[in-house]
């Protein structure tokens, strides 16, 4: 079997520019599998890392921001106009931790609720009907761990915003074009590949 490199990628799904994140990775999804390169998605909340206030008005320079990068990216989005409480949605997540394929369907849904169709994934009861119409059970009552306990962890490994991937205890954020993360993703397989080859 051909070696895999996992590469942690937080994410929130309050944000913006981690749903650009997904939908351009998900383009590069064939690539990166082909350089054995397994991204690992890990929720954390944003406010517990900014003090970003839920319910705040989404304004100003920081949403002209995000649309500008969707925009040019290529990434059609229905960006929320206000910043919307994502915990149910990452319990959610957390518990399909050790099902990577119901977890990236949970995913997918969730991004395309929140800035496709303009749904409020922290209303109540909002995540037990967004499971239901994909066919997931709910998962139980509580995850393994909790999302502040991932969330204080990604803060002790220096995550200070999102997406980022964590290369080497250093954290990479933001997303670029599909040009730009392709090469990033070659850079550390080779990496990856020439560790491995010492080890050896």
Same mark, same amino acid.
């Given at each position: 079997?051909?070696?895999?490199?996992?590469?942690?990628?937080?994410?929130?799904?309050?944000?913006?520019?981690?749903?650009?994140?997904?939908?351009?990775?998900?383009?590069?999804?064939?690539?990166?599998?082909?350089?054995?390169?397994?991204?690992?998605?890990?929720?954390?909340?944003?406010?517990?890392?900014?003090?970003?206030?839920?319910?705040?008005?989404?304004?100003? @320079? $920081?949403?002209?921001?995000? +649309?500008?990068?969707?925009?040019? =990216?290529?990434? %059609?989005?229905?960006? /929320?106009?206000?910043? &919307?409480?994502?915990?149910?949605?990452?319990?959610?997540?957390?518990?399909?931790?050790?099902?990577?394929?119901?977890?990236?369907?949970?995913?997918?849904?969730?991004?395309?609720?929140?800035?496709?169709?303009?749904?409020?994934?922290?209303? @109540? $009861?909002?995540?037990?009907? +967004?499971?239901?119409?994909?066919? =997931?059970?709910? %998962?139980?009552?509580? /995850?393994?761990?909790? &999302?502040?306990?991932?969330?204080?962890?990604?803060?002790?490994?220096?995550?200070?915003?999102?997406?980022?991937?964590?290369?080497?205890?250093?954290?990479?954020?933001?997303?670029?074009?599909?040009?730009?993360?392709?090469?990033?993703?070659?850079?550390?397989?080779?990496?990856?590949?020439?560790?491995?080859?010492?080890?050896?």
């Amino acid at each position: 079997m051909a070696e895999r490199y996992p590469l942690p990628v937080y994410y929130d799904f309050a944000s913006t520019i981690c749903c650009v994140a997904h939908r351009v990775l998900g383009r590069l999804a064939a690539r990166i599998d082909d350089l054995g390169v397994v991204l690992e998605w890990r929720p954390v909340d944003l406010t517990a890392l900014t003090g970003w206030r839920r319910g705040a008005r989404m304004s100003g @320079p $920081g949403r002209e921001n995000a +649309l500008r990068v969707a925009a040019e =990216l290529g990434v %059609p989005v229905r960006m /929320p106009g206000v910043w &919307i409480d994502s915990r149910p949605a990452h319990d959610v997540a957390l518990a399909l931790t050790d099902d990577p394929v119901k977890e990236a369907v949970w995913r997918e849904r969730i991004w395309s609720a929140v800035f496709e169709e303009g749904r409020d994934i922290g209303a @109540p $009861g909002e995540t037990t009907r +967004l499971a239901s119409e994909i066919g =997931l059970e709910p %998962p139980g009552p509580t /995850p393994s761990e909790s &999302i502040e306990e991932v969330t204080e962890r990604a803060r002790e490994a220096g995550i200070v915003a999102v997406p980022a991937f964590l290369v080497d205890h250093w954290p990479m954020g933001g997303i670029q074009d599909e040009q730009s993360m392709t090469a990033f993703f070659e850079r550390y397989a080779r990496k990856r590949r020439r560790e491995s080859a010492r080890v050896l």
